[in-house]
């Protein structure tokens, strides 16, 4: 059964440039969580959706930074116009259930030039 | 927002020794999570709790709900090297759902 998978692992866009980030949550999880952790820094919430919808996204800026979870396919992350502050590891979580225990995946690393 | 006090913030110990760190928070949390993350890597659920009070293990941690569901700790016993890490502290709120992290515990043991 495998777990929480994200790609890229790494990603580099120069400013102004647009980063595409994408989750595919664990099988038979239908809640999708995102992420963002500075170096040094905890893990901040950003954004949960469950299939086709957005259900909380009070932890993401409101400009710039979109969220999606398609009926089919993954769960995307896209950051237009980035901005070197944009420079974080980005994480995904999934769980079975709302709130409940969450898995994580590798992260993205997004570096702005 | 919902803020969550992790201590210590590093530690530095000799392998075989025992490990316990602490989460407290001003409100009260519902549920209790011990994460784990290794350098480069997401973090790994060690343990997970429910109820105050509830004292849960897996092989060499062990973890505890306060009973005033505003605090928990976690224990690691005979320290190996592969403990390095990050240890987090997580959990939903009473008043809310979403998941709050604690800043962390960098665990550094020395062989």
């Not at chain 2, 941690?61 to 700790?73: C, M, V, W, Y």
Request: hydrophobic share 35%.
């Amino acid at each position: 059964n495998a777990g929480v998978m994200q790609n890229p692992r790494h990603l580099v866009r120069r400013r102004g440039q647009e980063a595409r980030l994408r989750c595919s949550p664990m099988k038979g999880h239908s809640h999708v969580y995102w992420y963002r952790q500075l170096p040094e820094e905890g893990l901040k919430f950003m954004v949960y959706l469950q299939k086709e919808n957005i259900i909380d996204e009070s932890g993401m800026p409101k400009e710039r930074f979109s969220a999606e979870f398609p009926k089919e396919g993954p769960s995307i992350l896209r950051i237009q116009q980035v901005v070197r502050g944009d420079s974080a590891a980005y994480f995904c979580a999934s769980s079975p259930r709302p709130y409940n225990e969450q898995f994580f995946g590798p992260g993205t690393r997004l570096t702005v030039l | 927002g919902q803020q969550l006090n992790q201590s210590p913030q590093s530690m530095f110990i000799q392998e075989g020794e025992d490990v316990s760190m602490n989460c407290t928070s001003s409100s009260i949390f519902n549920t209790w999570l011990w994460y784990k993350q290794d350098p480069g890597e997401g973090p790994v659920l060690l343990i997970a709790l429910y109820k105050a009070g509830e004292l849960t293990s897996n092989g060499r941690l062990t973890a505890q709900f306060g009973i005033t569901r505003k605090d928990s700790f976690l224990n690691i016993s005979a320290s190996i090297p592969s403990d390095v890490g990050i240890y987090f502290c997580a959990g939903p709120p009473w008043t809310g759902n979403m998941l709050t992290f604690g800043g962390g515990t960098r665990l550094m043991v020395k062989p």
